[in-house]
């Protein structure tokens, strides 16, 4: 299955916004609302934040939002805090395959 | 609360068999669609298998195929990963997950997740 194509790494100070791109193809983000992005610390299980492209499940902060561009879904962090430092993964639905796909993974890091 | 608890997990030489568990509560396994993800060491996510909340629907990632089979007990309410005819690898942390009502509904909620290392 092929993968979505995220930058390895972004950064922002407290306070900032920042955005990680989540880019694929009008097989899975371009034609499909199920992108989700989960937000996992080291050593432990993933957590769901955006669903159907810009969702927040109940309890997932406001300060994080999703949307989508033709092939490329985004999540947005606003007003960065410390405890957004983590690596975020997004997914979507592909219609090349049985399986969904998930992204390589962004590593965000608070300065 | 929902809660899922994985079990199984350890060392393994290639070739050799493990089964993992994933004791669900807090739901009833029967209503969602129950997904296996897989993290190797310093590596991204990766989905390994799914299985629909009846069981008669599954779907495998292609490096599994033939050597995986995930299974569910909707009476324990519990879901089941064999696998066989292991390689160095499928070592990684494996999660169950809980989806929703359609295989492509987001994974809302995660086990802790369980180790699983393939050497000799």
């Known amino acids: 299955q092929s993968a979505l194509t995220q930058p390895a790494s972004v950064s922002g100070s407290p306070g900032q916004s920042i955005t990680i791109s989540c880019t694929g193809t009008s097989s899975d983000v371009g034609n499909y609302n199920y992108v989700s992005w989960y937000q996992q610390y080291p050593g432990k299980a993933p957590k769901l934040m955006i669903y159907?492209?810009?969702n927040r499940p109940s309890g997932v902060s406001n300060r994080f939002s999703g949307s989508k561009s033709g092939n490329t879904a985004s999540l947005t962090i606003s007003g960065l805090q410390a405890e957004d430092e983590a690596d975020y993964y997004c997914t979507s639905y592909t219609s090349t395959s049985t399986l969904g796909v998930f992204g390589g993974g962004t590593k965000l890091t608070v300065l | 609360e929902v809660q899922m608890v994985e079990s199984g997990g350890g060392s393994v030489q290639p070739g050799g068999s493990l089964r993992l568990s994933c004791a669900a509560s807090?739901?009833?396994?029967?209503?969602?669609?129950m997904h296996w993800v897989r993290q190797a060491p310093g590596k991204g996510l990766v989905w390994v298998a799914r299985i629909n909340g009846g069981g008669s629907s599954t779907t495998y990632a292609d490096p599994v195929k033939g050597r995986f089979t995930i299974s569910r007990d909707n009476a324990k309410n519990t879901l089941y990963l064999q696998m066989s005819s292991l390689r160095t690898e499928d070592t990684a942390v494996y999660y169950c997950?809980?989806?929703?009502?359609?295989?492509?509904?987001?994974?809302?909620?995660w086990g802790q997740g369980t180790l699983v290392t393939v050497s000799s």
């Open positions: 159907d492209v810009s």
């Open positions: 807090g739901f009833t396994l029967s209503s969602y669609w």
């Open positions: 997950a809980r989806g929703g009502g359609y295989s492509y509904d987001p994974m809302e909620y």
